[in-house]
């Protein structure tokens, strides 16, 4: 096992590698001179000698390769940067808004989790009956709707109308029950059609007709079927957490949430390139590294896995 | 009281440009501020000028403080403005801080500032919300405020409590203020990147006040829709900026007088001011309007009127083919206007201005970029229209002309194509230390007039400030520039909120 991981850990290295380099590359093909974006973010002119100067400061006079070297040697340190914006280091940018879109992700995984099994365990148990329907359509609605509506929707009947939240910002307990829901409808929808689809399946194999026969009691028969079920939707909601952190963009618009989806959205606008590299780079990281942990996860389970790879 | 806005207030320091100008204007104050009947005191109780021109001489209001205890004096003053001078790149766009000679401390109230020549819009530029403004010395890094400041204390009506990044920002009333104490007690500056949030958050009742210029804060089918609900007070200002289209002089189509004069005619901008802007902008038959000094000059109107349009191009040799689209020696009729996306108003305009130009034969493509390539593309002049919005009062007229030499803006670009743009240029700089106010007049006549005559630019309208806040909330008018929010004159009918 210890071998395994080993592997696959030193596996991962030229792969955020070649990541990186890809994220700082096609930066650079922007067509915006990032020195002059540096400049003009702050409203300055850009006449060229303060060009010059900003070019200098910023380090853009040495050759791509150099400056690649340079980027990602000082990111391993930890030191990704400083932002056109405010001068600020994106290290500490990323580290204030990591918390804020972490609790986001974290409660919308909840709510995915509950929400998805709850209704695939309905739509199993009643299938293909009216209640079934019902819920599927509503599944089917979660996950054409985009979220902006979604979220925009929510927002007036549970904010304006009924006055039970807040619309936005994140100043209290409760700011977080809107932005998570909103991120979790098309989660939720996805999730619990795979779950249920899995569950009608393993409701027909010949285990839970046999534990039909010796008679076992219906909750201890639902209950092998979820557990032969979830499986097939572990790896999926394991990935969920870094796909609904890099998800985040427009909710967290919308929400006005200090989190990363507002800061790499400012920082799009902004043609903030430090700040954009280190969140593909953030980003690249978590799902490699979520990635890694789930097939860890797998192979600790399955031992058929560990010998497969290792051939 | 709760504003919204879609910005962070972010780094408010006063003598920088990353943080929000209407935030600035509440902490820190200036020499002199721009009304709109001109100049008056401010932190200056009085000032004399030379003869020549060059040296202005300010009696500073006694007992002021900062709100850090640091008293307001000449020594002050005269820090502030050497540190403003000491980063003088960062305010390449502003001729004054260039012009600065040395700044003198006379007395404990008296202050001199020398410049090297004389330049006329010296004390509207020390009334803009930046950089002439003063910072508490204490607040200085290393004797410098470029890299950054230690604190924001200033001598205006507001203090900065309390700010979150990207959340809100808190701003109290300052307890020892000494001009006219502001009615309200707090300012809750709230961050709300999203236009339809900001909607919803004010028919919550979580903010009282939105407040902005040409779609910044609110579009105006919202503004209308905010009228029309009769829920809200709605607000517009005096006019004060120029909106305009800038017509290329130096590309192919543009680049023939004829065919920018026809441009002229084949917009309906009455349309335009009634179908787009909802009536809530008047019409501009200049560039510049005629309520902004040295700018009432009388030049010919040119209305809308196809069938001349269609006249001039004729007989410039522009003929109509057989699909409709003009030709020239083989060479369509083809101009694209560029617009930055973000703004969804400037995209409806460009296709009303697309069917006008449809109609005398001029094919128009309009074609939206997100906000920098918008910007990369000014500089480059590869455009044939573009969208022009002048600064408003007080930067216009002169900072708006001054930019006009910076080969990185469109205008530049625009009119690099002109016969005279050299000479045009060189009015320019010559008018900024003209000393004489009729010299001046007339200088501003021949440049705009010769601008005019060109028809580097259609004017569309003169565009005006909008405010939208619930019933309790009284006092709310606008300042004399559109980037000011005069939250000190502000209150709420019952006491309630």
Same mark, same amino acid.
């Given at each position: 096992?210890?071998?395994?991981?080993?592997?696959?850990?030193?596996?991962? %290295?030229?792969?955020?590698?070649? %990541?990186?380099?890809?994220?700082?590359?096609?930066?650079?093909?922007?067509? !915006?001179?990032?020195?002059?974006?540096?400049?003009?973010?702050?409203?300055?002119?850009?006449?060229?000698?303060?060009?010059?100067?900003?070019?200098?400061?910023?380090?853009?006079?040495?050759?791509?390769?150099?400056?690649?070297?340079?980027?990602?040697?000082?990111?391993?340190?930890?030191?990704?940067?400083?932002?056109?914006?405010?001068?600020?280091?994106?290290?500490?940018?990323?580290?204030?808004?990591?918390?804020?879109?972490?609790?986001?992700?974290?409660?919308?995984?909840?709510?995915?989790?509950?929400?998805? %099994?709850?209704?695939?365990?309905?739509?199993?148990?009643?299938?293909?009956?009216?209640?079934?329907?019902?819920?599927?359509?509503?599944?089917?609605?979660?996950?054409?709707?985009?979220?902006?509506?979604?979220?925009?929707?929510?927002?007036?009947?549970?904010?304006?109308?009924?006055?039970?939240?807040?619309?936005?910002?994140?100043?209290?307990?409760? !700011?977080?029950?809107?932005?998570?829901?909103?991120?979790?409808?098309?989660?939720?929808?996805?999730?619990?059609?795979?779950?249920?689809?899995?569950?009608?399946?393993?409701?027909?194999?010949?285990?839970?007709?046999?534990?039909?026969?010796?008679?076992?009691?219906?909750?201890?028969?639902?209950?092998?079927?979820?557990?032969?079920?979830?499986? !097939?939707?572990?790896?999926?909601?394991?990935?969920?957490?870094?796909?609904?952190?890099?998800?985040?963009?427009?909710?967290?618009? %919308?929400?006005?949430?200090?989190?990363?989806?507002?800061?790499?959205?400012?920082? /799009?606008?902004?043609?903030?390139?430090?700040?954009?590299?280190?969140?593909?780079?953030?980003?690249?990281?978590?799902?490699?590294?979520?990635?890694?942990?789930?097939? /860890?996860?797998?192979?600790?389970?399955?031992?058929?896995?560990?010998?497969? !790879?290792?051939? | 009281?709760?504003?919204?806005?879609?910005?962070?207030?972010?780094?408010?320091?006063?003598?920088?440009?990353?943080?929000?100008? *209407?935030?600035?204007?509440?902490?820190?104050?200036?020499?002199? &501020?721009?009304?709109?009947?001109?100049?008056?005191?401010?932190?200056?109780?009085?000032?004399? &000028?030379?003869?020549?021109?060059?040296?202005?001489?300010?009696?500073?209001?006694?007992?002021?403080?900062?709100?850090?205890?640091?008293?307001?004096? *000449?020594?002050?003053?005269?820090?502030?403005?050497?540190?403003?001078?000491?980063?003088?790149?960062?305010? *390449?766009?502003?001729?004054?801080?260039?012009?600065?000679?040395?700044?003198?401390?006379?007395?404990?109230?008296?202050?001199?500032?020398?410049?090297?020549?004389?330049?006329? =819009?010296?004390?509207?530029?020390?009334?803009?919300?930046?950089?002439?403004?003063?910072?508490?010395?204490?607040?200085?890094?290393?004797?410098?405020?470029?890299?950054?400041?230690?604190?924001?204390?200033?001598?205006?009506?507001?203090?900065?409590?309390?700010?979150?990044?990207?959340?809100?920002?808190?701003?109290?009333?300052?307890?020892?203020?000494?001009?006219?104490? =502001?009615?309200?007690?707090?300012?809750?500056?709230?961050?709300?990147?999203?236009?339809?949030?900001?909607?919803?958050?004010?028919?919550?009742?979580?903010?009282?006040?939105?407040?902005?210029?040409?779609?910044?804060? $609110?579009?105006?089918?919202?503004?209308?829709?905010?009228?029309?609900?009769?829920?809200?007070?709605?607000?517009? @200002?005096?006019?004060?900026?120029?909106?305009? &289209?800038?017509?290329?002089?130096?590309?192919?189509?543009?680049?023939?007088?004829?065919?920018?004069?026809?441009?002229?005619?084949?917009?309906?901008?009455?349309?335009? +001011?009634?179908?787009?802007?909802?009536?809530?902008?008047?019409?501009?038959?200049?560039?510049? @309007?005629?309520?902004?000094?040295?700018?009432?000059?009388?030049?010919?109107?040119?209305?809308?009127?196809?069938?001349?349009?269609?006249?001039?191009?004729?007989?410039?040799?522009?003929?109509?083919?057989?699909?409709?689209?003009?030709?020239?020696?083989?060479?369509? *009729?083809?101009?694209?206007?560029?617009?930055?996306?973000?703004?969804?108003?400037?995209?409806?305009?460009?296709?009303?201005?697309?069917?006008?130009?449809?109609?005398?034969? &001029?094919?128009?493509?309009?074609?939206?970029?997100?906000?920098?390539?918008?910007?990369?593309?000014?500089?480059?002049?590869?455009?044939?229209?573009?969208?022009?919005? @002048?600064?408003?009062?007080?930067?216009?007229?002169?900072?708006?002309?001054?930019?006009?030499?910076?080969? +990185?803006?469109?205008?530049?670009?625009?009119?690099?194509?002109?016969?005279?743009?050299?000479?045009?240029?060189? +009015?320019?700089?010559?008018?900024?230390?003209?000393?004489?106010?009729?010299?001046?007049?007339?200088?501003?006549?021949?440049? $705009?007039?010769?601008?005019?005559?060109?028809?580097?630019?259609?004017?569309?309208?003169?565009?005006?400030?909008? +405010?939208?806040?619930?019933?309790?909330?009284?006092?709310?008018?606008?300042?004399?520039?559109?980037?000011?929010?005069?939250?000190?004159?502000?209150?709420?009918?019952?006491?309630?909120?």
């Amino acid at each position: 096992m210890k071998t395994y991981i080993l592997h696959r850990l030193l596996g991962t %290295i030229p792969l955020l590698l070649v %990541i990186s380099f890809l994220a700082f590359m096609v930066i650079q093909l922007s067509p !915006s001179d990032p020195a002059e974006v540096a400049v003009r973010v702050n409203e300055i002119v850009p006449t060229e000698e303060v060009l010059e100067l900003t070019r200098e400061k910023l380090g853009l006079n040495k050759p791509f390769l150099t400056r690649y070297v340079d980027w990602i040697s000082s990111a391993v340190q930890g030191d990704l940067g400083r932002r056109y914006v405010d001068d600020k280091p994106v290290a500490q940018e990323l580290a204030k808004a990591l918390p804020p879109t972490l609790w986001l992700a974290a409660v919308a995984t909840i709510i995915t989790a509950v929400c998805s %099994i709850g209704m695939a365990f309905i739509c199993a148990r009643y299938e293909s009956r009216p209640v079934d329907y019902l819920l599927r359509g509503l599944i089917f609605l979660g996950t054409a709707v985009p979220g902006f509506w979604a979220g925009l929707l929510l927002m007036w009947l549970f904010a304006v109308k009924l006055d039970w939240l807040p619309t936005s910002g994140m100043n209290s307990a409760y !700011s977080v029950i809107l932005p998570a829901i909103t991120l979790s409808l098309t989660y939720t929808a996805t999730y619990a059609r795979l779950l249920r689809n899995s569950m009608v399946r393993n409701k027909q194999s010949n285990y839970v007709l046999f534990a039909r026969a010796r008679g076992l009691y219906p909750g201890t028969i639902w209950r092998h079927i979820f557990r032969n079920s979830l499986q !097939s939707t572990l790896t999926g909601l394991g990935m969920s957490l870094p796909k609904l952190m890099a998800g985040t963009f427009v909710v967290e618009t %919308i929400f006005a949430w200090p989190g990363l989806g507002w800061l790499c959205v400012t920082s /799009i606008f902004n043609r903030d390139f430090p700040v954009i590299q280190a969140y593909v780079l953030l980003m690249a990281v978590l799902f490699v590294g979520f990635n890694l942990l789930m097939d /860890i996860l797998c192979a600790a389970i399955d031992p058929r896995m560990r010998n497969g !790879s290792q051939q | 009281m709760s504003y919204a806005s879609t910005k962070d207030i972010r780094n408010i320091n006063p003598h920088l440009y990353s943080g929000e100008m *209407a935030a600035q204007n509440m902490v820190f104050e200036p020499l002199v &501020i721009n009304t709109t009947e001109g100049v008056k005191p401010w932190l200056a109780e009085s000032w004399e &000028i030379s003869p020549d021109g060059k040296e202005y001489t300010f009696h500073l209001r006694k007992g002021v403080h900062f709100t850090d205890g640091a008293p307001f004096n *000449a020594e002050a003053v005269k820090l502030n403005m050497d540190a403003i001078v000491a980063n003088k790149p960062r305010h *390449a766009w502003l001729d004054m801080v260039n012009l600065i000679d040395r700044n003198e401390v006379i007395d404990e109230h008296t202050f001199k500032l020398v410049m090297k020549h004389p330049y006329y =819009p010296t004390l509207v530029e020390l009334g803009l919300v930046r950089p002439f403004r003063f910072i508490s010395p204490n607040c200085f890094v290393n004797g410098q405020t470029k890299d950054g400041v230690s604190g924001y204390a200033g001598t205006g009506p507001w203090v900065l409590t309390e700010h979150k990044d990207k959340q809100y920002a808190l701003f109290t009333t300052n307890k020892n203020y000494w001009g006219t104490m =502001p009615k309200l007690d707090t300012v809750r500056w709230r961050v709300m990147p999203d236009h339809q949030t900001i909607m919803l958050a004010l028919q919550k009742g979580e903010i009282d006040l939105l407040f902005g210029s040409d779609g910044d804060m $609110l579009n105006l089918d919202a503004f209308n829709a905010l009228q029309k609900e009769g829920k809200y007070v709605t607000a517009i @200002s005096a006019p004060v900026a120029s909106r305009a &289209i800038l017509l290329n002089a130096h590309q192919p189509v543009t680049e023939e007088k004829a065919v920018r004069e026809a441009l002229q005619y084949a917009v309906n901008k009455q349309a335009i +001011a009634e179908g787009v802007l909802n009536g809530t902008e008047s019409v501009a038959d200049t560039l510049i @309007s005629p309520t902004v000094h040295y700018c009432d000059l009388g030049l010919p109107a040119r209305h809308y009127d196809p069938a001349k349009a269609a006249e001039l191009l004729d007989a410039a040799g522009w003929k109509t083919g057989e699909d409709g689209w003009r030709y020239k020696d083989g060479k369509k *009729a083809v101009v694209r206007l560029y617009y930055n996306s973000q703004n969804a108003q400037e995209r409806t305009i460009g296709e009303y201005m697309q069917s006008d130009l449809k109609k005398i034969g &001029i094919e128009m493509k309009i074609i939206g970029e997100e906000k920098q390539a918008f910007l990369d593309r000014q500089k480059t002049g590869d455009f044939e229209l573009q969208y022009s919005l @002048s600064w408003g009062t007080p930067y216009d007229p002169q900072s708006y002309l001054s930019s006009w030499r910076i080969p +990185a803006h469109g205008d530049y670009q625009a009119q690099v194509g002109l016969e005279r743009k050299e000479w045009l240029d060189k +009015a320019i700089t010559e008018l900024m230390i003209e000393p004489t106010e009729d010299a001046r007049k007339k200088m501003y006549r021949d440049i $705009l007039t010769y601008i005019h005559d060109e028809g580097v630019y259609i004017p569309l309208t003169y565009s005006r400030t909008k +405010a939208v806040h619930s019933k309790a909330l009284q006092g709310v008018g606008f300042g004399a520039s559109q980037y000011e929010i005069p939250f000190e004159t502000m209150y709420f009918q019952n006491s309630t909120r």
